[in-house]
């Protein structure tokens, strides 16, 4: 599929006022509201545009598998950094549109962080191009991490260009025996102290802790925390990563994000605890009220994250927004999407 073809599809929708649901590898159907939609099959728009190992930047078209970028990169000792889960084939376009990061994220940021720029088909068929290649292109809105998040509803993501690092030098696993209010005091103490500390996750009375960066650092920060170094925990990361560890086979998974040094909530179901404490992963028939407002009162937010669609259909995914910022995205989604046929109901139920 050529820019044209997409440029066209989007502008015969806009003009029927045929909603189209914006389809990559399907990776992540299960997130966010019900699928609605004629689907519009971006997986043929692929393709490496521009990679510069030297300026740390690399450019796809949007239906270019993350196998095939992080194969390009890793051939020059570079990365993704923020390790999003490839799924069953996810691609560039939908790694973005769901804004999901992996175990590296406590250290490196968010998707957003890295995406410089994009190339935008909005909800009239218009083609725009929002920021550039370099991180210091920060003039106007900054609506390419804008998009980051936005499930596709503000526009199809045809193009991108994210920030990638070098590969670190060296990692190693510490693992721990403990509680999870003991994981949090934890992860909070070391999180206050010069370690190089680029991921952690508990569950089930365990604790992994991964350290990485030059040798030397990584030795040193080792041998001050103690617990039991792990000889390969290389896959551990992997299933954390693309969420194939026990924590989260659940038919109903709520993800949580708390300040970090919030205490266990009063809610059954606590599966595990990422990014140093930052974020709580729940599971089971928990009541969405119950949850919401355990989370709100400790200062964060609780995602309906994987759920069978009658509980879907019942539930809202994400966190109901006030009035102000819910006028806010009104706003935005009548600029780039006037006619709101891009991904209906996939991020709150009117748009």
Not at 105 to 130: H, I, S, T
Not at 222 to 247: F, V
Request: hydrophobic fraction near 45%.
């Amino acid at each position: 599929m050529t820019l044209d073809e997409i440029v066209a599809a989007v502008r015969a929708a806009h003009a029927g006022h045929t909603p189209l649901r914006l389809r990559g590898a399907g990776s992540k159907d299960f997130y966010g509201g019900l699928l609605a939609g004629e689907v519009l099959d971006l997986s043929g728009h692929r393709g490496i545009v521009d990679y510069e190992p030297t300026e740390l930047y690399v450019t796809a078209k949007c239906g270019t598998p993350l196998t095939e970028i992080e194969a390009a990169l890793a051939e020059h000792g570079q990365m993704l950094a923020c390790e999003p889960p490839r799924f069953a084939g996810a691609t560039l376009g939908g790694c973005i549109a769901a804004g999901l990061s992996g175990p590296r994220r406590m250290q490196v940021g968010a998707v957003r962080d890295f995406v410089l720029g994009v190339k935008l088909v909005d909800g009239r068929g218009q083609v725009l191009n929002f920021g550039g290649q370099v991180m210091k292109n920060v003039a106007g809105y900054d609506v390419s991490r804008l998009i980051a998040g936005s499930l596709g509803t503000l526009g199809v993501i045809a193009e991108a260009t994210l920030k990638v690092l070098p590969k670190p030098v060296a990692e190693t696993t510490l693992e721990f025996a403990c509680a999870a209010d003991e994981a949090v005091r934890r992860l909070n103490d070391w999180g206050a102290q010069p370690l190089p500390v680029s991921a952690s996750f508990w569950h089930e009375g365990r604790l992994w802790l991964r350290l990485s960066g030059a040798a030397a650092a990584v030795d040193a920060a080792a041998r001050k925390l103690g617990g039991k170094a792990l000889a390969d925990a290389g896959c551990i990361w992997e299933d954390i990563r693309e969420q194939r560890h026990a924590a989260f086979v659940a038919p109903v998974l709520w993800r949580v994000a708390l300040p970090s040094t919030a205490p266990t909530l009063a809610v059954d179901g606590l599966q595990a605890i990422e990014w140093g404490g930052a974020l709580r992963w729940y599971a089971g028939e928990i009541d969405a009220a119950a949850i919401r407002a355990a989370a709100s009162a400790a200062g964060g937010h609780a995602t309906l994250y994987r759920a069978p669609e009658s509980l879907r259909c019942r539930v809202d995914p994400f966190t109901p927004l006030p009035p102000a910022l819910l006028a806010l995205h009104r706003r935005l989604k009548k600029v780039f999407d006037p006619a709101g046929i891009l991904n209906p109901g996939r991020l709150y139920a009117e748009f």
